[in-house]
């Protein structure tokens, strides 16, 4: 850590400035004099914010075709992610024309048979 300045020893506190997934993982502190030294280990668990990283736009279609609409979110798969996807406002119901992607980032809504009813817009 030694030349890092992404690191600064502040009266013997180690500061990390920026904190980023790579900074996770055990860290020592020694101190040591001519009477001894003594150690201590902490670990340093980094969490990462929920961010829909892309979400959906327009989209001009016609009636019975199938579309996708994207929502990719980088999120802590330490914790539970709930997406839930709403019309006008409204929760979409998944299930029958409307199936919800569901894998690791990716939690697109993809409506089958496209209806005139279906326009509007839907948010993640």
Same mark, same amino acid.
């Given at each position: 850590m030694a030349?890092?300045?992404n ?5 013997g =506190?180690? /500061? ?10 055990? !860290? *020592?502190? $020694?101190a040591s004099? &001519? ?17 829909v ?11 019975? =075709?199938? /579309? ?10 330490? !914790? *539970?992610? $709930?997406?839930?996807? &709403? ?7 998944i ?21 005139f ?8």
């Amino acid at each position: 850590m030694a030349g890092n300045p992404n690191y600064e020893l502040d009266d013997g =506190d180690l /500061v990390v400035k920026r904190v980023r997934n790579e900074s996770a993982g055990e !860290y *020592e502190c $020694t101190a040591s004099n &001519k009477e001894g030294s003594s150690s201590a280990v902490g670990t340093l668990k980094v969490v990462s914010s929920t961010t829909v990283e892309t979400g959906p736009g327009d989209i001009v279609a016609r009636v019975g =075709d199938r /579309v996708t609409l994207p929502c990719v979110v980088i999120y802590d798969n330490n !914790y *539970e992610l $709930t997406v839930v996807w &709403k019309k006008d406002a409204s929760d979409v119901d998944i299930g029958g024309r409307f199936e919800l992607v569901n894998d690791d980032s990716d939690h697109s809504l993809i409506i089958d048979d496209l209806e005139f009813g279906d326009a509007g817009k839907h948010k993640s």
